[in-house]
């Protein structure tokens, strides 16, 4: 059974940094796709960062790109968003996301995610 847990959450100022986790169990096959979604009260759930198996494949939502990275650790079976610069519309919950599915160009989020973490409150006051 596929277990995936985020951690790294909390509240901060707007400009500050904040770096999320996701460590992930159970899965029996590699080249798989890891990606952080994040959901708004009142708004859709969103894609906003995907790595590839290699970590050579990112994609990142123009709202994040250029203030979030996203990494992995295959042998550690985890992945970190580092968050800089952040803004009060970055609050959401963010979810981990796996995909069986390799990741090569175009729109990650499209990808069919199929194990999900229970997510990680992020909270950006102003």
């Known amino acids: 059974q596929v277990q995936v847990v985020e951690s790294g959450g909390g509240g901060v100022q707007a400009g500050e940094s904040l770096r999320l986790s996701c460590t992930h169990s159970?899965?029996?096959?590699?080249?798989?796709?890891l990606a952080w979604f994040r959901q708004a009260p009142g708004k859709e759930r969103e894609g906003i960062a995907c790595?590839?198996?290699?970590?050579?494949?990112?994609w990142y939502a123009d709202s994040v790109k250029g203030r979030f990275t996203i990494s992995r650790d295959n042998g550690k079976n985890s992945m970190d968003l580092e968050m800089i610069s952040l803004k009060p519309e970055d609050t959401a919950m963010y979810y981990c996301?796996?995909?069986?599915?390799?990741?090569?160009?175009?729109?990650?989020?499209?990808?069919?995610?199929?194990?999900w973490g229970q997510g990680t409150q992020v909270t950006v006051s102003s």
């Open positions: 996301a796996i995909s069986q599915k390799k990741y090569a160009s175009g729109y990650c989020p499209s990808l069919p995610f199929n194990a």
């Open positions: 159970g899965l029996t096959f590699d080249d798989y796709t």
């Open positions: 790595i590839a198996w290699n970590s050579r494949r990112t």
